[in-house]
């Protein structure tokens, strides 16, 4: 099975522009994260959906950050206007709702650039 | 509240010399605990995880024991190899939904 799948790899854009992250969860994952990494802080959890419904968006920096979920299968997390500060890995994760142990899937990450 | 400490890096080892990645927790109810890798320009891949107390979890040569009464989950590996080289990070998952990690601890494997 494919696993998050997140898109783009990279981007580099310049300060004031809108940048739109994407990410395909793994198929029947009913949970959705966002999670921003950087040296200073570590992993930070930005947001997490439920069946699509944002649960808690607490970790989301500012009101220039928002994130969607149309469908099961779709999210994205976009910034406006961009900011240097917001330079960083932006990883979108997926798991079940089921079972204690449940593991929590990473995507390879979305490595953003603002200059 | 609920965290996760991990052991402060980087930690430097030559080839096939023993690892032991320290992590404790604190958490209200019975967590599930977890140890991730990341390797350079990748995402966070499950290494291994403990449900319940006194479970082990293994994978790859790399276990850790699920230890309630001291509330660890330390990673080791007999044999490090330069291959390992990445950062590790602990975590803890509470209820449905809830994941806490740690900060990662680096680690370099020299030839």
């Known amino acids: 099975d494919a696993g998050v799948i997140q898109s783009p790899r990279h981007e580099v854009t310049e300060m004031g522009q809108e940048v739109t992250l994407r990410c395909k969860p793994i198929s029947g994952h009913d949970y959705l994260f966002w999670y921003r990494q950087t040296m200073m802080r570590g992993l930070e959890l930005l947001i997490y959906f439920n069946n699509n419904v944002p649960i808690d968006d607490s970790g989301m920096p500012e009101d220039r950050f928002s994130a969607k979920m149309p469908n099961a299968s779709f999210s994205t997390l976009k910034i406006q206007p961009s900011e240097p500060r917001d330079s960083a890995v932006y990883f979108c994760a997926s798991s079940e709702s089921q079972g204690l142990g449940n593991t929590i899937y990473f995507g390879e990450g979305s490595w953003l650039t603002v200059v | 509240g609920d965290s996760v400490t991990q052991m402060e890096g980087p930690v430097t080892l030559s080839e096939e010399a023993f690892l032991t990645i320290n992590c404790t927790y604190t958490?209200?109810?019975?967590?599930?605990l977890f140890w991730y890798v990341q390797y350079p320009g990748e995402g966070l891949q499950l290494l291994l995880k403990?449900?319940?107390?006194?479970d082990k979890g293994s994978n790859k040569g790399f276990e850790a024991t699920y230890r309630k009464e001291t509330t660890s989950f330390h990673l080791e590996k007999g044999s490090v190899q330069v291959s390992d080289s990445a950062v590790y990070f602990c975590a803890l998952k509470i209820g449905t939904y809830k994941y806490i990690f740690g900060t990662g601890t680096r680690l370099k494997v020299l030839a």
């Open positions: 958490a209200t109810g019975y967590p599930s």
């Open positions: 403990a449900t319940k107390a006194d």
